[in-house]
């Protein structure tokens, strides 16, 4: 029987003293797809903050362990290093690293190996052409002055540079036109195995058409609600979240 590559057992986490995640269990196999949905409020990317290790949420109760290891006390890079990843659903700017330096020096500490700049020039340019990105980007500071369709690019490409193990989509199809959307489904498609998992959070499900859904959760109120398959998704599409929540 295939081992999980990410456990959640029973998590409580908060912020502030207040509680978000009210008892959150989740298994999720190599090659697997979940996708997260619910009404805004309802703790989707809290969950996936707390699964990296975001230092502004405390774990209260529950265990999260990642290829059987316990990591639920484990800060974000160790996570990051383990094989974690995280787009998230507003990407930060930072000043005075480039993309490319960004992502030479992120994909060195993930395999522990140093990347020959011109190897790594040679990957950076194909992948960032598969995203429709001008190569110019690459010497640019990290989503400084980005648009929010370019800055959802660059997440993407960040996963298709580090290819990590499970990776966590925050919204990552928000905000996009039809155009973008599908660019970013394409390089998704791409990155997808059966050695690797993605977790999704969404509301617009037109990133879902190209992908083999096999469970859908549905948080409301910190928990999860209700896991199907991927007919859930029409059916919240057609009904709302009403027709499931209870």
Request: hydrophobic letters at 40%; aromatic letters at 6%.
């Amino acid at each position: 029987m295939q081992k999980n590559l990410l456990t959640v057992e029973n998590l409580h986490a908060s912020v502030d003293g207040k509680e978000i995640l009210k008892g959150i269990n989740l298994n999720v196999k190599p090659g697997e797809v979940h996708v997260l949905m619910g009404p805004n409020g309802a703790g989707k990317s809290t969950l996936a903050n707390v699964l990296m290790g975001d230092p502004r949420y405390t774990v209260d109760k529950g265990k999260i362990y990642f290829e059987g290891n316990d990591i639920t006390n484990e800060k974000t890079d160790v996570r990051a290093r383990k094989g974690m990843f995280l787009s998230f659903q507003s990407p930060e700017e930072i000043s005075g690293i480039s993309v490319e330096n960004f992502l030479r020096t992120a994909k060195s500490a993930y395999t522990g190996r140093d990347m020959q700049i011109l190897a790594f020039r040679r990957e950076l340019k194909s992948k960032m052409q598969d995203l429709d990105m001008d190569e110019s980007y690459a010497s640019r500071y990290l989503n400084v002055g980005f648009s929010g369709g370019e800055k959802k690019k660059s997440e993407i490409l960040q996963l298709s540079v580090l290819n990590p193990k499970l990776a966590i989509l925050d919204e990552t199809d928000s905000g996009l036109d039809v155009d973008a959307v599908k660019v970013i489904s394409k390089n998704i498609l791409k990155y997808k195995n059966d050695s690797n998992s993605l977790i999704i959070i969404t509301h617009i499900t037109r990133i879902l058409q190209d992908l083999s859904v096999d469970y859908v959760h549905v948080l409301a109120d910190g928990a999860i609600a209700k896991t199907s398959d991927a007919s859930l998704v029409e059916k919240i599409s057609h009904y709302g979240f009403a027709s499931v929540i209870k």
